[in-house]
């Protein structure tokens, strides 16, 4: 495996991390933003909401002072029917802890008459009868802070500026700590907020909160309104108690970033998982690939070693015969690699003699081949000693065994004698030569024994005067044998092609094997052939 | 090439082995072996070989006929043959090896 093979997944696997964390960022910022800007939008809606209720509650608390000086006016400050009126808004739990009806046609406001609690701004004061006298110049009703006494109150006054006999006066109790409880589902519900008299927002002009003070100003996403309040404004801040678009707009951009990581962990796993077994399957591929190179090489030399023994085992050349014409042939079968069996061989024996032998080992394979090359030069021996064929076949039948040796032999063994043309055969179930003479085949009868391995065969001698000119065709059952018909069949075909065959015998030769075997015989086929001159 | 088969019949006086398809190099180790077990089952005198449904025999097939023959005639048994097929019996005949099996039968 290459290097840079390996270094993919490696890659692969940090860009994706890579991509992923850029995606997870810029998605949760995405959600982060939008959130902000919603609950910003949010806020200003809710502040304004709070405001509006505040401006009603104003309405509220003026109202029942615009009715008191209306009726002051009506009665020309009757003390009487003031407290009569004003009575159901003043005490501890009233709108108002005091209230007051001055009369302010003189050279000074004067208080006619008080009800309630004493007020903080003492009616004799100089500071209460400038803040009267302002409220009779002002076009609405005018507001102070007074915070001289134990507790914090907001003092209100109110005249007409067409009428200036009377004003009313009265003060409110703001709560100790300023601060005021918020009940859920009102305007303020999801705010906190604080209240100053006046356009800032020290800390001094606070009036109400629903936060401890020392959590004042309001800190972080505030929103300020202002509310017109009697000749000056009350000025609302407020900030988000909670997130006020629910919590998924908040949660939103936490949820991204861990599923983001969560994705990306597990595309970085699989990819590498992926990467790996990618990997592991090249690897598999070219092993499986180098094994079977391996075995091409080794099916290769097999096959020359089979080659070269099988060459080795056959004669290099016939020997040369006076008044013989001789040629053999030896086909390898389109099998696999293992050798055949099948030999032949001419020897000559002495000036008028010669011998020959076709013959056949069963099986295949390196031992079915030393079996071969055991038999051809044991026979050869015994015939070049003198003895005639069926001797020779009867010494050699009993030095093979088929239960030792794992193969049957079969073996067609002749003699010839030149100033003759006598041929003596003898079979060891081998099949019978063919005769071919003046355009006319036919096979030798021959008594044949069994085939060597199988002991106590008899092997009679057949002999044959040949005529002058005519031929010997010695062959194993490759040429003639085919799965799909029977041996006569294939017996017959070789006799048709080899009756009208004249030339030289090697021609013969080929044209049989080019008529019987050109579509590839299955098994080895060894023929040998001689004619006598003609 | 006809797929080669072994299939052991049961019921008669023999223990019979019948063979189907083609007999050559690539069997006739199986052949031996099955046939082995055929002779080695006690009480019998013969193995018989059914080969009506061989379709060809080279000469690996022939020399497993004559191994188990060798091997039934060392515990004094028999191979026969049966239902021989024509050109089985005309293998037989040309490689002198029909005299070593007991006369073909073909009442099986």
Redesign the interface.
Known sequence: MTSPARRTPARLVAGIALTGALLTAAASWAAWRTNRGNEHRLLVLQTRQAASVISSAIIGIVSPLQTALQTARATDGDPAAFRAYVNDHVGPNALFVSAALWRTDGAAPVPLVSVGGAPELAPGSAAARAFVSRATRSTSFVVTSITTGPLPRIGYALAVPTDHRFAVYAERAIPANRRVAVERGSAFADLHFATYLGPTTRTSAMQTADVALDQLPLRGNTVRETIPFGDTVLTLVAAPARPLGGGLGTNLPWILIVGGVAVTVAAMVVAAQLARQRRSAERDTATIAGLYGELDGLYGEQRTISETLQHALLPRSNPTIPHLEIASRYVAGAHGVDIGGDWYSVIRLDGDRFGFVVG?V???GVDAAALMARIRFTLRAYLVEGHDPRVALELCSRQVD??AD???V?VLVGTGELSTRRVTLA?????SPLLVSGGEARYAVTA????L??RG?TYPLTTLDMPAGSMLIAFT?GLI?R??E???TGLRRLADVAAPATGPVDAVLTGLLSSLCSDGSE?DVAILAFRWDG | MADFSLTRMDGGEHPVLQVAGDVDLAVTQQLIDEGQRGLSEPGRTALVLDLERVTFMDSSGLSALVVLRNAAARVGRAVLLTNVPPNITRLLALSALDTLFAAPRHDA
């Open positions: 056949d069963s099986g295949r088929v239960d794992g193969h049957i079969t079979n060891a179930g081998h099949p044949a024994g069994p085939p391995g199988v065969g059952d044998e799965r799909t029977n041996l006569d098994d």
